[in-house]
Each structure stands twice: as C-alpha cells, then as structure tokens.
C-alpha cells in the first residue's frame, strides 16, 4: 500500500522560503509521477508542480513558476518542495500525489501539510 506523508509545513513571512518533504513508502516508485497540489479555503484544488521520478523531469503550474522547485531522493524515496518568494496566496494546504506516468491523474494522496503565508 503506497503512502505519502506530507512534513515542513508552517507560518512564513511574505518573501520568505519554506521547505515541503514528502515521504514515499509501501512501493517502488519508478515509472511513476510525483505531484504537488495546493487547495486554499475556498477554492479548487490547484497543480503546482511534478516531477518524473526516475529521470526527474519537471513541470510547474504558472503561479509558482521561477519560485517553487521540485526534487526527489530516489535513495531515500523522498520528494521535497522547495518555495521561495513565498506570496500570501500561497497559503493553502500542500498535497503530494503519487501516480504512474503512463496513467491518468494521480492514484496516491497524502493527507496535506498547511502553508500560511502573512503579508
């Protein structure tokens, strides 16, 4: 059984920087996807990032581009969101997803780390 375990969620100032990890276990996760999600209060869930877990190819929503970077430790089966320039909309609460690449969306969720972000 795959699971996520989402950790470094927390308060920082606007401008500031904030380290999300999620922690992968219960499988082998090549040939997979890993994606980060946000849903603020609210709202729709939204994209922010992915990253192929055995090449590390990856892509970003527009709202976090040039700011949030993705990154796995295949080694330690980890995968982290890096997020600077952190905004007040930012806040949300963080999901990591986990799901095959050559399947449609994302079959495994965590249960969600919350940002808060104050101007």
């Known amino acids: 059984q795959v699971q996520l375990v989402e950790s470094g969620g927390g308060l920082a100032q606007a401008g500031g920087s904030l380290r999300l990890s999620c922690a992968a276990s219960?499988?082998?996760?090549?040939?997979?996807?890993m994606g980060w999600f946000r849903q603020a209060p609210g709202k729709e869930r939204e994209f922010v990032g992915t990253i192929t877990w055995n090449r590390g190819f990856t892509g970003y929503g527009d709202s976090v581009k040039g700011r949030f970077t993705i990154s796995r430790d295949t080694a330690q089966n980890m995968v982290y969101l890096q997020m600077n320039s952190l905004k007040p909309e930012d806040t949300a609460v963080y999901y990591c997803?986990?799901?095959?690449?050559?399947?449609?969306?994302?079959?495994?969720w965590g249960q969600g780390t919350q940002v808060t972000v104050s101007s």
């Open positions: 997803a986990a799901g095959f690449i050559s399947g449609q969306g994302y079959a495994y």
């Open positions: 219960g499988g082998t996760f090549s040939g997979y996807r």
